[in-house]
């Protein structure tokens, strides 16, 4: 076996190259700078675009400009840069804007503390819109996760024409460690959905039967046109509310009608098992050196690591849930994914335990709050 | 060559408003410049210059609010062959004033034509950017706070090699855009013109006294020798060929046995700025990796990078490394005060299973664990040398470490001339 020495935002910028990411806009930012420092690396030398916007805003413009010309476009910020991008993704949403952002987060709130970890803006990524459609939100473990969760997040940017997050975390971007990288399944890659010539040419029109219109490259030789105002499937601002309804229902529905295709977790399971703890993210490692404890301690204790976030993977969790007599949720934030997964648990017990101290919360923190 | 005007999509402006005027104008510029719809790409953003991109048979861009420039200025990178013409009102002009000034320096080959009528025409007449102080709108006085912006000079100024103004009205301001378009470089145009929706009815203003201030105000036209320069687009693909590609990504094969480890194995390393602790973390997990052992390193420095503590944490196992935090360190190394003040609080918690690996000079809190003392002044070994010696004492002791696993790391992370010197140093423990 041979390793590579990665960290998650050199994972990331990696896997993007992988997935045929050609365009990538940044802002600096602690810690996501890596990212663009890598970027700047790889894509020139390659006939690629790295960019470095005059502030966030301009930064995801210049992204979705490329996107639109057909290119495939990664961003990547902290949270206090998805705050700047919030105008821009509620674009990308309703534009139907194939992007992939890295939210690689840190302590907030605001500013925070740009050098410590935290998973605070699990809700902000999905609910930081105008509109509240919904949007894909992939969380990574650890390095290998980026590299792979990034490669997946082009495919489905390209596949579901939306933004696709990666919820990172200081604590994975910054560690270096030891990866088997040729060890892993990369997928295959997607590529954009051209029109077929016998389309209408409506740029916002799915083929029959489908929820994703094909993609018209601006540029190309079709004329393309889109709109940030609610549109129709001609990309006219409309004000025909059965025109509006079908295609806000369809923005809706073509990410929950997938969520099967993007359901990527792990799950340790213990028969017999009583307890089913929920994890995400860096949390995730400490959880797995808990559970093993805890086993050995005549616990029966089942794991479920989520590494896709939103939409919600609810099948998935409702038959993790199932048969279990608790469920403890441990996060890097005070309370924000036990929201999704206290309405799914109807009738089992959910404990909470969260931690926004910059540190990691550590497996002894875990085992203590399962057997309290 | 025909009109590339949308005829299912007239323009739907109040009547006399001089946006329509441009519309025209526009397509006449098209035309003249023989482009077809294919070839070119409208970006517009909020406000009633927001329209503009619907009335046109050509790709069409319509974003947020003042950040028309920042979509262009994508588009225009990854199709270079693209006529890309941005629209924007004198409100997209205030609200997106980093992006003009940005675009001035990055001097892209795209046309910006302000569409300034002196007011927010869509939300009912308020004051923008470019509103004269003596003018009433509906922002009441507050107007008359604020120095309107001359955005030619500004854009001068910022390094835009071709800035032009024109009447909406004016006989040439097709022209005008012909002449901007054509232009191999960012372009500004500033089309004056009246809102009679709002605008007109508070201040009572011809078309010729607008003349008159524009004459009175304009200083230049068309190109700024001094600003000329190469395009962004192609001194970008020209420095870009320039660069060499990455390499692939180091692959550190499991060459060597490593001693026995029971497991995990936490090692801290505390330094201060300029002793390459970090350095030391990489080739430390190097020599691991290269012992078929799994490895992981955080490294906590102040944002001030050159003075202040160093400090590194290097996890081990025999599989994939989990929690990547350090509450029982196996290993401590101390090569300055300021690292060990930083954790000072993790001394009192060790026992004797931990060992410390210090400089003699070195104080440190009280401890149960096992110290080793290292004279680095007897031993001629300079502060950034001293965390490379630690190392080789360690891989001496060779809990999980040894010398051939520590000469094999330090062979993968240097060459040349630092890796005969990083060499000497082990060789003198």
Known sequence: MTLTFLDGNEGIARGAMAAGCSFFAGYPITPATSIYQQMLQLLPPTGGVCMQGEDEIASIGFCLGASMAGVKAMTATSGPGISLYSEQISFAIGGEIPLVIVDVQRLGPSTGSATKGADGDIQFLRWGNSGGLPVIVLAPVDAKDCYLLTMHAFNLAEQYRCPVFIASNKEIATTRESVDLDGCLPPEVVRRNPAPKDHSGHPFEPLEGELIPPFFPMGGHRLSRQTSSTHGPEGYITTDPAIIETGILRLKEKLHSGVDDFTFFDLDVQTEDKILLVVYGVTARAARTAVVDLREMGCKISLLILKSLYPVPEKLIRGAIKDKSQVVVIEMNHGQYVREIERLAVGVPVRFFGQMNGELISPESIVKEVTA | ?429
């Not at chain 2, 109040?14 to 526009?26: A, R």
């Not at chain 2, 048979?57 to 420039?69: K, V």
């Not at chain 2, 497991?263 to 390393?269: D, S």
């Not at chain 2, 602790?277 to 390193?297: D, K, R, V």
Request: charged share 20%.
């Open chain 2, 1 to 429: 060559m025909t009109s590339l005007l949308n005829t299912g999509r007239p323009p739907v402006f109040c009547p006399g408003c001089s946006h329509e005027k441009v519309v025209h104008g526009l397509d006449r510029a098209l035309l003249a410049l023989n482009l077809t719809g294919e070839n070119v790409a409208i970006v517009s953003d909020i406000g009633c210059s927001g329209l503009f991109d619907t009335f046109f048979n050509t790709h069409a861009f319509h974003g947020l609010h003042g950040r028309a420039l920042t979509y262009a200025t994508g588009l225009k990178m990854a199709r270079p062959e693209l006529t890309v013409i941005v629209i924007m009102g004198d409100g997209g002009l205030g609200i997106g004033g980093a992006h003009v000034l940005s675009s001035c320096r990055r001097n892209l080959d795209i046309t910006l034509l302000v569409l300034n009528n002196f007011n927010y025409g869509m939300t009912g007449g308020q004051c923008s950017a470019t509103t004269p102080m003596e003018a009433k709108t509906s922002s009441n006085f507050l107007n008359q706070l604020e120095k309107p912006l001359d955005i030619c000079r500004v854009a001068g100024a910022a390094g835009a090699p071709y800035v032009g103004r024109v009447m909406a009205s004016g006989k040439d301001m097709s022209g005008e855009i012909v002449a901007a378009v054509s232009y191999a470089g960012f372009s500004l145009m500033d089309i004056w013109g009246i809102c009679p929706g709002r605008y007109l009815k508070r201040n009572r203003i011809t078309l010729a006294e607008l003349e008159k201030e524009m004459d009175r105000i304009t200083l230049s036209q068309g190109v700024i020798a001094s600003n000329e320069r190469e395009g962004y687009a192609t001194h970008y693909r020209r420095l870009a060929a320039e660069k060499v590609p990455v390499s692939e990504i180091q692959r550190i094969a499991a060459t060597i046995d490593a001693p026995f480890t029971d497991g995990r194995c936490e090692v801290l390393m505390l330094g201060a700025a300029g002793q390459y602790i970090n350095t030391a973390g990489e080739i430390l997990c190097l020599a691991a990796m290269s012992g078929g052992l799994h490895a992981t390193q955080k490294n906590d420095y102040p944002i001030t990078v050159l003075r202040g503590h160093s400090v590194c944490e290097v996890v081990l196992d025999q599989k994939p490394v989990g929690y990547t935090g350090i509450s029982k360190p196996s290993v401590i190394l101390c090569l300055a005060p300021e690292g060990i003040v930083k954790r000072k609080n993790i001394f009192s918690l060790l026992g004797p299973e931990t060992l410390v690996i210090k400089g003699a000079e070195l104080m440190l809190p009280e401890t149960e664990a096992e110290v080793i003392d290292i004279d680095f002044a007897e031993l001629k070994i300079k502060p950034s040398q001293r965390v490379l010696a630690a190392l080789a004492v360690l891989a001496g002791v060779g809990h999980f470490l040894n010398k051939e696993m520590l000469l094999a790391g330090i062979d993968h992370r240097y060459s040349g001339k630092m890796l005969e010197n990083a060499k000497k140093i082990v060789e003198k423990i």
